[in-house]
């Protein structure tokens, strides 16, 4: 799968396919507020934070590809990635996708990190989300070496 370049063959058909036809309609009024900020791209990938219809800031995520849409929502009904917020990200990405920054991957990110800098970082994010907490005792696989 590859990113799809061409943020305009993103059309509305695609959209309502994904969000359905009320929550699009929902998106276009979000996009058209202006709720959509942090817009990045790392890769293959698109983020950026959404204003709710409270003060909740919620984190929008989407891969785009030729193949479809993967999208995530730190909203309440946005795990399956077909909320208003994920709508009003991805018509921002198409009407202007260099409003997107863009920023190395993730694992690129923080390969350059040594091992007191990861335990801090981790000890900030366990700080600030305490569900973090829950993933300590399950194994983690890293790469051999090489």
Excluded: I, Q
């Excluded at 063959?9 to 900020?37: I, M, Q, T």
């Amino acid at each position: 799968m590859r990113l799809v370049t061409h943020p305009g063959s993103l059309d509305d058909d695609a959209l309502r396919a994904l969000l359905g036809p009320r929550n699009l309609e929902r998106a276009r009024l979000y996009h058209a507020w202006g709720a959509v900020f942090d817009a990045r791209r790392a890769g293959d990938e698109l983020s950026a934070r959404c204003e709710g219809s409270s003060d909740e800031r919620y984190r929008v995520r989407a891969r785009v590809t030729d193949d479809g849409v993967a999208s995530t929502c730190s909203c309440p009904v946005g795990e399956a990635g077909g909320c208003k917020h994920v709508g009003a990200m991805l018509l921002r990405w198409r009407e202007s996708p260099t409003a997107f920054v863009d920023t190395p991957a993730l694992e690129e990110r923080l390969r350059p990190l040594d091992r007191d800098e990861l335990l801090a970082l981790v000890r900030a994010m366990a700080t600030r989300h305490a569900r973090l907490d829950d993933l300590l005792p399950l194994p983690v696989c890293l790469p051999a070496p090489g």
